[in-house]
């Protein structure tokens, strides 16, 4: 089977950088996937890994470590908007690509 | 550019009441289409996934069904709902093919069972 942790709610200040780790634990692995989801919206696709390393998208970068199991979304320089719940989502890839999804973080950044 | 429906935005049904959620996409052939359930203040729940007309797999037991009756239509169906059944439902899709790593969602349903 599949699990994912991630902490379920974080605190920071508008400005600031926050870290978002996700541990998973899944066969077949293929990568891993981050999106954000605000109250009441759909979720919507942040970025992706599938080799080890940094993958950086603005004020977005996406880590991963394949033999740790562990990734984590860095956000930079965060702003009001940016508070939001963000999921971590591994994709199986069997047949075809299958996504798990964690039980998402939810980051309230304060003024 | 793709597009991708879900109707209705919200339902209010009563306990024992059917269930039909409708999922389109658009601009797009061969898609994987996925129905997943959030929970309030949780993660999402993989519910069914399709590759093709009449393709369903499902990932949990439940009182739930699921139908693809066109290459961009996915349907979600009960004949009988429970009080668990309450929750935010997502239709997503990717590419096919295994040539894609990103799901688009549609903007969801959200129902209440009685």
């Known amino acids: 089977g599949q699990s994912l942790e991630q902490p379920s709610e974080v605190t920071a200040v508008e400005g600031a950088i926050v870290q978002i780790n996700c541990t998973y634990q899944?066969?077949?692995?293929?990568?891993l996937s981050w999106y954000q989801q605000h109250d009441g919206g759909a979720p919507t696709f942040l970025s992706y890994n599938a080799l080890d390393g940094l993958e950086e998208t603005g004020r977005f970068s996406s880590f991963l470590s394949r033999s740790d199991s562990y990734g984590y979304l860095l956000l930079q320089e965060l702003q009001m908007k940016d508070s939001a719940s963000y999921f971590c989502a591994v994709i199986d890839r069997g047949y075809f690509n299958k996504f798990y999804f964690g039980s998402g973080t939810k980051l309230n950044v304060k003024p | 550019s793709q597009t991708i429906h879900q109707w209705p935005a919200t339902l209010v049904q009563p306990v024992g009441s059917p269930l039909s959620l409708e999922c389109t996409v658009e601009?797009?052939?061969?898609?994987?289409l996925y129905w997943y359930r959030q929970a309030a203040g949780r993660g999402l729940q993989l519910l069914f996934y399709s590759v093709g007309i009449g393709q369903i797999s499902s990932e949990v037991p439940q009182n739930l069904s699921a139908s693809r009756p066109q290459d961009r239509q996915f349907i979600l169906s009960s004949k009988k709902l429970l009080l668990s059944d309450s929750g935010f439902y997502l239709c997503?899709?990717?590419?096919?093919?295994?040539?894609?790593?990103?799901?688009?969602f549609g903007p969801g349903t959200r129902l209440t069972v009685t």
């Open positions: 997503a899709w990717s590419a096919g093919s295994g040539g894609d790593y990103e799901q688009y």
């Open positions: 601009g797009t052939s061969n898609p994987n």
């Open positions: 899944t066969s077949g692995f293929y990568g």
